[in-house]
């Protein structure tokens, strides 16, 4: 066995402590599959969705052109581009929040990217702000944007049921915006339960 010196045992070391100013939802986004990465994964898939919908909506002002997107995968069925070609691939103007064929009725990669890009920089800038950046980073806007998000994807991965279609890129982001919400639920717990303990 080992034995510890009397005059060891007799002294006490007060050591310092490291504590971690990181919230819960802090570390947790902390992982591989962070949101930070997520997000750029999703800017990525929605910038990609708007080129293959460019090039199938324009495909009849050059019927020379013969395109044919990465995410329509003859072997298993999947066919994005038939997808994107939707109404609902314009939820603006399909839900009538703005006049068909405006200028603001764009496609939802566009609102994607949007979306990506304000989780992106909340991720790397830092929850804490000051001034409008605290109201627009606060837990519970996130909560609010990152719920739009999640319903539009139950909207939209119903109408993929509906219609038998199998889109790959509408998956993977759909499994993304399910991730994010998953966590801003999680943040905001995790603040509100801050809030209790401090009262």
Do not use: W
């Not at 591989?32 to 909506?57: C, D, P, Q, T």
């Not at 019927?63 to 581009?81: H, K, R, Y």
């Not at 979306?115 to 909340?122: E, G, H, K, N, P």
């Not at 889109?167 to 905001?188: D, G, K, L, P």
């Amino acid at each position: 066995s080992f034995l510890v010196p009397d005059y060891l045992s007799k002294t006490s070391f007060n050591l310092p402590i490291q504590h971690s100013n990181a919230s819960p939802s802090a570390m947790t986004i902390s992982s591989f599959f962070n949101n930070g990465l997520l997000s750029v994964l999703g800017i990525l898939l929605s910038a990609y969705s708007i080129y293959v919908e460019y090039r199938v909506e324009h495909k009849a002002e050059n019927p020379d052109d013969v395109f044919t997107a990465l995410c329509d995968i003859e072997a298993i069925g999947a066919s994005c581009s038939t997808v994107f070609s939707l109404p609902e691939a314009k939820m603006l103007s399909f839900f009538g929040l703005v006049p068909h064929g405006s200028i603001l009725d764009i496609p939802n990669g566009y609102l994607g990217i949007a979306f990506y890009a304000l989780s992106l920089t909340r991720h790397v800038t830092g929850i804490q702000r000051s001034g409008l950046l605290s109201h627009l980073f606060h837990p519970t806007v996130n909560l609010i944007i990152t719920t739009l998000a999640f319903s539009s994807s139950i909207f939209l991965a119903r109408k993929l049921y509906i219609i038998q279609e199998v889109c790959v890129v509408c998956i993977t982001t759909h499994i993304i915006n399910t991730t994010i919400f998953y966590r801003s639920i999680q943040e905001a717990l995790s603040v509100s339960e801050g809030k209790i303990k401090r009262q």
